[in-house]
């Protein structure tokens, strides 16, 4: 005795493929769907599945900053005002380039941890070009400005390709709290701040230079090579005291 295929069999069972080929379609599409979903999750929090930035050793480069001044109401100073502040790093080499809206005053911040050396630069293109070294005492005002405790959130965002962590920071002096963010694979020694705690590059943060509040956000990370010749003094500058230094940027604002 042999089976034989009739056609009511033949029907059968193509309608069984057809509901085989459908229910695996259908199961592919589903996984496809959480997939992507969950890409897109990625996505939401760093702005991209994998960060192109996240898998480089930057321990030298450029970071811009464009900067907002959340407590400052419009006057006649505001396009004297810093918008954009550069920050050049090369191991515990640091510097900080802060030009001014209309670029007639550049302020620069030259930091050397190993010798525990600050310079600052004060460069007027109508004017004197004046030059200060902090002193100890001076560094540990800034460091003691304001005194900080990190939480640390799991919440990730992206700046230009890299993924940063979020901080919760409490200010013990005042019992305030602010949000900011880092990147937790670029080590970078803040001392001379009240971040000194913190040995992570800011991306995103607050931050208060002579009595101006600022916010500092990361618009551009490169990772490049730096001379370590940039770190220095160089033109002719006239010597003064930290006092007097920040006295002539006060004088800028009146």
Known sequence: MYFKATKTHTKLYTIKNNLVFSFVMFALVSCLFIV????????????????????????????????????????????????????????????????????TINIVRLLDYDKQEFISLLIDIWGTNFACKETSEDIMKKETSAIYEYKFIGDAKAYDGLTCKKAVVKNINDNTEFEIYYAPNISINNWSSPYKDLNKLLIDYPFSENGMDMLLKATKIESKEIDSSFFTVKGDFEWITATQFNNHLQSFRK
């Open 36 to 103: 992507l979903n969950s890409c897109n999750s990625c996505r939401e929090k760093t702005g991209n599945k994998l960060l192109a930035k996240d898998t480089i050793d930057i321990n030298e480069g450029v970071i811009t900053y464009a900067v907002s001044y959340p407590n400052l109401k419009e006057s006649r100073l505001s396009p004297f005002l810093p918008n954009e502040i550069s920050f050049v790093f090369k191991g515990n080499l640091s510097s900080y380039i802060i030009r001014s809206g209309l670029g």
